[in-house]
Nanobody, 121 residues
Framework: QVHLVESGGGLVQAGGSLRLSCAAS????????MGWFRQAPGKEREFVGS????????DYADSVKGRFTISRDNAKATVYLRMNSLKPEDTAVYYCAADTSYPPTTTSRWWGQGTQVTVSS
């Protein structure tokens, strides 16, 4: 059974930083493309960024480009989302997703339970 467990969310002031982690089990992590998504209250889930199996390629939503960085450690079966220069509009529940295709999308098969990120102004 596949499990994706996010952690690292919390409350931070605007301009601050957080690092989210997503630990995976039950799948061959090194063969899994990974993505981060977020969902704010009253809004649809949206793509934040993704990383290929090797970690050599990443993609980001325009809204986070230059501020967020995705990385992965295949030995630890963990993907990370480093978030800098956080803005109140980054407030959302953040989810990681795994997929055999790239990039993961909102219809990807495997999802974590999410971690709340709140950015105060």
């Amino acid at each position: 059974q596949v499990h994706l467990v996010e952690s690292g969310g919390g409350l931070v002031q605007a301009g601050g930083s957080l690092r989210l982690s997503c630990a995976a089990s039950g799948l061959t992590f090194s063969f899994s493309n990974m993505g981060w998504f977020r969902q704010a209250p009253g809004k649809e889930r949206e793509f934040v960024g993704s990383i290929t199996t090797s970690g050599h390629n990443t993609d980001y939503a325009d809204s986070v480009k230059g501020r967020f960085t995705i990385s992965r450690d295949n030995a630890k079966a963990t993907v990370y989302l480093r978030m800098n220069s956080l803005k109140p509009e980054d407030t959302a529940v953040y989810y990681c997703a795994a997929d055999t295709s790239y990039p993961p999308t909102t219809t990807s098969r495997w999802w974590g339970q999410g971690t709340q990120v709140t950015v105060s102004s």
